[in-house]
């Protein structure tokens, strides 16, 4: 471990000059479930044969900010998040904490691509006007300074053994692409525009702007009290390319490893034997398995 270096600079929230903590862009605890539960090393996977030692990370947020963000990582984490992942917990009860969390997820990542999107020619205006404009209205939420997002939406989707998704390509392993992948960007499609993340399997989209034909059902996170249950959703959406260029992606890490990786896998498998079964990637090739059987059925 190297000592830690010092930055000063403008928080991003605050806007205060001050020195900046190293921000993880998904929370640590999701970084921390990936690593416990992982059978090889994580891997980045455009680069499949480096290793990520950790999560994406950035000089952001003065300490005061990131504090102001933890305590909503915590409940998360506490109220939904672990009680998902360890106990199949399926009902959950939110207050204000869940938006508050969601908004300062989406805003971290959508503050980061709006630096590079505000210099791409190529990006459409419209949509870079609606996404700045939604950081600021996001940044005073989270700042206090207002208690509501505007027409901003927040949808929660738990990729929960999926029993059907007739579009989708049954042999890239849908849910060991979604449990087992970490990543927040923000993009567009025609009219739709959003912020999505994953996090090991809870998919969470923050909406700017939405077209007509979109349709989520039982997903939206209402800014206050309410109750979210990981049953009977159901999603119409561009978001969906975005589904699946996650599962390419993964199937492309799995075709790129080097022998000397996947030897690496195959070693540290057979070390842990029967306990494989305590890993939670086991449990998705056997999702994916029955999920391919009934597509089949069909
Ligand atoms: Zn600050």
Redesign the pocket.
Known sequence: MGKEKIVYGQ??????N?ELQLSHIVPRFVGRKMIKTALGNIRVTNEPNKVAQDIEKHYM??H??EELFSAKERWFASNIFNPWQDHKQREFSYDENLTYFIVSLSWRSLYLDLEEYSCDATFDKEILLTMLRAENIMRDYLLGKRQDVSDIQNHMFFFDRIESASNYDFEKNPSVAMHRSITSYSAYNGKTSFTISNLLGIMIVTFYSMEEQEEWTNTQILNGRGTIVAENQGIKSVVGQEIQHWMNEAENAKTNLSDNQKNKILEKMKKVGNGIRDYAIFQDFIDDEILKRNNEKK
């Open positions: 928080c991003a929230l605050c806007r205060q001050k947020l003065c005061d900010c």
